[in-house]
């Protein structure tokens, strides 16, 4: 059940892209700023529904929570301009697992199994080819370290709100309490860059939905399914994301991808089944009773 949540967490994530070209001409920055301003909103809502904990709030792990989101957004927006999409997309969402295992490892000395190595593997190895797949990409130095910067970023975060879910606070209020902080370290975005598509009809169901379906809903999910899992096993679940976009580009925008990323799309459903299926229990010999 918590591997199925973080998927369909991935699911929602998968949306954005579709969401945004179907919505007004906006600039990337603030459409993530708007998303999570709205979905830290939405959050902190929602958490008011859930009972406090016990336990105190940690503030630096808090502050650095919210730092950490405000990175993992800002920097890949960076990278994307710097290195393109296509590249950007591959480093930032395929650095993010290992990071994340490797630093709840050091940090929580959370376990690394064969059997995550080797999905993360075959799943980073689909994104790898379902995103490059159709050519044209160029690689940017500095675009790299910055889609680094966000992967960094995202594995930050779910090490440290791995933490807080294991000190007893609930998954919505951890949620609410790391957007909703992130949220104002992005308002200067939203103050400084051209946020006019926020004044359309358009503009303002794009930011409702952003908020709303693949912010709130699906990090209370990812919440949800982390509290069971480990930080490189939820990262690796959420590789699903890209499948999802571009199934969807395929189902609403009328894409079509060519062969070496529907390889791609292959690999990566592999090394999710392979995570995501349950873990078979060895048979046990039962002893038979010899006869009088």
Not at 102 to 123: C, I, K, N, S, Y
């Amino acid at each position: 059940m918590p591997r199925l949540l973080v998927l369909l967490s991935a699911v929602c994530f998968g949306t954005i892209g579709t969401a945004q070209a179907l919505g007004p001409a906006a600039s990337p920055v603030t459409v993530g700023a708007a998303r999570i301003a709205v979905g830290g909103a939405l959050l902190l809502v929602v958490a008011r529904a859930f009972p406090r904990s016990s336990a105190a709030w940690p503030r630096r792990e808090l502050a650095v929570i919210a730092l950490a989101v405000a990175v993992y957004q800002l920097a890949f927006f960076a990278a994307v301009h710097r290195t393109g999409v296509a590249v950007g997309t591959v480093v930032a969402l395929g650095s993010a697992p290992a990071i994340a295992g490797v630093a709840g490892r050091l940090a929580d000395r959370e376990p690394l199994t064969r059997r995550w190595a080797l999905a993360t593997a075959l799943a980073c190895g689909g994104v790898l080819l379902l995103v490059l797949g159709g050519g044209g990409a160029s690689v940017d130095p500095l675009g790299v370290a910055l889609a680094v910067t966000s992967g960094s970023g995202y594995a930050t975060y779910t090490v440290l709100a791995k933490r807080l879910l294991r000190r007893g606070h609930a998954p919505e209020r951890v949620m609410a309490a790391a957007f909703a902080s992130g949220a104002v370290l992005l308002l200067p975005v939203l103050a400084l860059g051209d946020a006019g598509w926020l004044t359309t009809t358009d503009g303002l169901l794009l930011a409702l939905f952003l908020g709303a379906v693949p912010t709130a809903l699906a990090y209370v999910l990812f919440a949800r399914g982390l509290r069971s899992l480990t930080p490189g096993e939820t990262a690796t679940l959420t590789l699903a994301e890209p499948l999802t976009a571009t199934g969807l580009g395929i189902l609403v925008l009328g894409e079509r991808p060519g062969l070496v990323a529907g390889i791609g799309a292959g690999l990566v459903l592999a090394g999710l089944l392979a995570l995501a299926a349950p873990r078979r229990a060895r048979a046990r010999l039962v002893p038979v009773p010899a006869r009088a």
